[in-house]
């Protein structure tokens, strides 16, 4: 039998979506989330894994670009793809090298409007309800040396209505992430999606 490949998730934040990725595919055998890795050793992501019985791995700013160590931790638990969801660092050259088109991430707003650096989260929303964008959306990029540059794999789409705040925005897009970005990863993975 085949081993099913195996996913790192990145997360520097809550973690829903790496919670929901988590409940998605537990004990379907279509993929194996290895470990949830986190720039942030207050992030409420690590109490998630903890709570999942998920392995989680901390490192810090010169862990990350001055040395290999999650590049060999990565290889040590045999992961073939890395999901970024809610993941604020940009991912250094020798990752970017090691993982050739198998790093995905998910931006919340319709790229290439409303990303780039320092555009993340609720600053996201913020920026398309005060520019009054008629609609937003999710998009699942793959990643590259640059901040939300990477080639468009998938987008989903919602409106906005005139009642709409960042916070009732955050919330439909959220309910878009974990709709469609488990789905997404599948097809990926699995080799269902052209790569
Ligand atoms: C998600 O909405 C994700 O799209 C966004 O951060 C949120 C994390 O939520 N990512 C970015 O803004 C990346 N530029 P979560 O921690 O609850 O999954």
């Known amino acids: 039998m085949m081993t099913p ?12 979506n790496a919670q929901r990725i988590a ?8 993929l194996e989330l290895k470990a949830i890795y986190s720039n942030n050793a207050d992030a409420y992501v690590l109490e998630r894994a ?11 700013r010169d862990t990350f670009y001055k040395t290999t160590s999650v590049l060999e931790d990565l290889k040590s638990r045999e992961v073939d793809w890395i999901i970024l969801a809610g993941f604020l660092w940009l991912i250094p050259d020798y990752i970017l090298h090691a993982f050739k088109q198998r790093i995905i991430n998910i931006h919340p707003a ?3 409007a409303y990303g780039g650096k320092g555009m993340y989260g609720m600053k996201v929303h913020q ?25 468009i794999i ?5 409106s906005i209505h005139n009642r709409d705040t960042a916070e009732t925005l ?18 990926l993975v699995t080799g269902l999606a052209k790569q």
């Open 50 to 60: 903890r709570i999942l019985d998920i392995p989680s791995v901390v490192f810090n």
């Open 170 to 187: 955050a919330a439909k897009i959220h309910l878009l992430e974990y709709e469609y970005f488990p789905k997404v990863i599948q097809d």
């Open 5 to 16: 490949p195996r996913i790192a998730v990145f997360a520097s934040g809550s973690g829903s």
């Open 110 to 112: 319709l790229l290439p």
């Open 154 to 158: 998938f987008q989903a789409r919602c």
């Open 127 to 151: 920026a398309v309800i005060a520019s009054a964008e008629p609609e937003s959306g999710i998009t699942v990029h793959y990643v590259n040396e640059h901040y939300d540059e990477g080639d």
């Open 23 to 30: 409940e998605y595919f537990a004990g379907t055998g279509i």
